[in-house]
């Protein structure tokens, strides 16, 4: 499902599945790894959130994308939705990592 939330951008509510919680078992010491493994099983390019400790952070964010590279995932942007919303903006949104 999808939800507008402005001219440009848009949210996507997702379901919680055997393989997003498996990955979010790989991070056991990390709060809210769930969101993290149910963006990045969605192959979404950004999540938004305004969790500065645990996941707006770019040593966590480190360590997620160490482990969505060992598992065959993408990388994920962690951004909060008012850098995000600067980015589309400026016409400068986040792209997808995919050629």
Same mark, same amino acid.
């Not at 990388?75 to 919303?85: E, H, K, N, Q």
């Given at each position: 499902? #999808? #939800? ?13 599945? /055997? ?10 010491? /990390? ?8 963006? $990045?099983?969605? #192959? /979404? ?7 500065? #400790? ?6 966590? $964010? ?17 951004? $909060? ?8 903006? /400026? ?9």
């Amino acid at each position: 499902m #999808r #939800r507008a939330l402005g001219d440009e951008l848009a949210a996507e509510l997702l379901c919680v599945d /055997a393989e997003t919680i498996a990955l979010g078992g790989v991070w056991v010491d /990390a709060d809210d790894a769930l969101h993290v493994a149910q963006a $990045t099983v969605a #192959r /979404a390019q950004v999540l938004a959130s305004w969790n500065f #400790r645990h996941l707006v952070n770019p040593n966590k $964010t480190r360590q997620f994308n160490g482990v969505n590279v060992i598992e065959g995932f993408d990388f994920l942007v962690i951004m $909060t939705l008012m850098d995000i919303s600067k980015l589309s903006e /400026a016409g400068d949104e986040p792209q997808s990592n995919e050629s």
